[in-house]
């Protein structure tokens, strides 16, 4: 079975407390990625992709497959 099909049998996809606890996650991690720029510092980016690993971590605990779907690179 392919990633794309396994990601349709996710928990995230079956139940919805599952769903809007991802989704929250999700959404935090816009917030961080959205605060990055061109004139960002290392420290900066460095404490990004901190919290986005942390993000994915709690992701995990609630459905590894759409994790791992959602954040291949970390």
């Known amino acids: 079975m392919d990633k794309t099909q396994q990601a349709d049998l996710t928990l995230y996809y079956s139940n919805k407390e599952i769903r809007k606890s991802i989704d929250v996650l999700l959404h935090q991690n816009a917030v961080v990625q959205s605060s990055l720029g061109i004139d960002s510092t290392k420290e900066e980016k460095d404490e990004a992709h901190k919290q986005t690993k942390r993000i994915k971590t709690d992701i995990a605990t ?13």
């Open 62 to 74: 609630l459905d590894g497959v759409f994790a791992e779907h959602c954040f291949p690179e970390y």
